[in-house]
């Protein structure tokens, strides 16, 4: 009998003795998953060769970044987003087919009850920021327009900060709204152009970004998550390209087809008939592609 099979541990048989002791797991799926995370951890191990203190160092950091969990902040996913898994999850489960808009991080400021709004409604609630106006069009994969889509939307302010992270300097729900389509499919509403901003970084995962030269920003965009029946859900970004992070997003969110061109529009006959406080306005168009549900 090999020293493996007996269930004793030497350096060389690690995985084999750790992976064999699982055996009997009732779940398959989970023993699976379990040897290949196995395997993966003593290569790492192996190749690294840690000191005790490094180690250690390594428990602590997950102990700290446990300890910052709560029930407003995900320590945790935030580390799985500045370490591209989030990112690599989300394109294994959403795999577009051909023309279909393509999806980006849902990130933590989404909030579910936001207010349902009108068409065109300006959702900047303290018109702070530079106007804008955003519109498009939500399609299906032949150009066909969505009936009764649903696009919840929402976006940081013109400083970079969310509705949730300012409460009390900045309205509830600023910044956020949900819309529905008509026939044509078009949706459009005001708001203010979003800033970059950096992801929560007074934590364990924030000065592990330090240590590694990393900074914590994402380039300013817009979150949509969007809905219609018979169509997959789409959770994306619309990004500004030319943001001074747009190559180099904290999380690895951006992607080519969700760059949007963020006009500088002068004309002062819109801007009226918008209400916006200057002769000029931002302006955004961007149309979604909802892929059908298999
Ligand atoms: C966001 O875009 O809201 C976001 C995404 C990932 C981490 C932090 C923030
Ligand atoms: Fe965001």
């Given at each position: 009998m090999e020293a493996h099979e007996k269930g004793y541990f030497t350096e060389e048989n690690s995985i084999e003795v750790v992976?064999?002791?699982n055996a009997k797991a009732r779940d398959e799926r989970l023993k699976s998953i379990m040897e290949v995370v196995t395997r993966?951890?003593?290569?790492?191990?192996?190749?690294i060769e840690p000191s005790e203190k490094e180690w250690f160092d390594a428990i602590m950091f997950l102990t700290d970044t446990g300890h910052m969990c709560?029930?407003?902040r995900q320590e945790f996913i935030l580390l799985s987003d500045v370490l591209g898994v989030s990112m690599l999850v989300d394109a294994?489960?959403?795999?577009k087919p051909s023309g279909a808009s393509e999806s980006t991080v849902l990130g933590p400021f989404h909030v579910a009850d936001a207010p349902v709004r009108h068409m065109g409604d300006n959702?900047?609630?303290d018109h702070k920021g530079e106007d804008m106006v955003v519109s498009g069009r939500i399609l299906d994969t032949e150009g066909n327009p969505i009936d009764e889509a649903v696009i919840d939307v929402w976006q940081a302010n013109d400083e970079g900060f969310y509705d949730v992270q300012q409460k009390g300097i900045q309205p509830d729900f600023n910044l956020r709204g949900v819309f529905r389509t008509g026939r044509d499919g078009r949706y459009w509403f005001r708001a203010v152009k979003p800033k970059y901003y950096p992801i929560p970084d007074d934590g364990p995962v924030g000065k592990m970004l330090s240590a590694l030269g990393r900074h914590p920003h994402r380039p300013a965009h817009l979150h949509y998550i969007i809905k219609a029946d018979g169509f997959e859900t789409l959770t994306t970004h619309i990004f500004d390209p030319d943001d001074?992070?747009?190559d180099s997003d904290a999380v690895f969110g951006v992607k080519e087809s969700l760059l949007a061109e963020f006009r500088r529009t002068?004309?002062?006959a819109r801007a009226k008939e918008y209400d916006f406080k200057q002769a000029w306005f931002w302006e955004v168009e961007h149309d979604f592609v909802l892929a059908r549900e298999a």
């Open positions: 992976t064999g002791r993966k951890l003593h290569e790492a191990v192996k190749e709560n029930e407003w294994i489960n959403n795999r959702i900047c609630l001074p992070y747009i002068e004309d002062a």
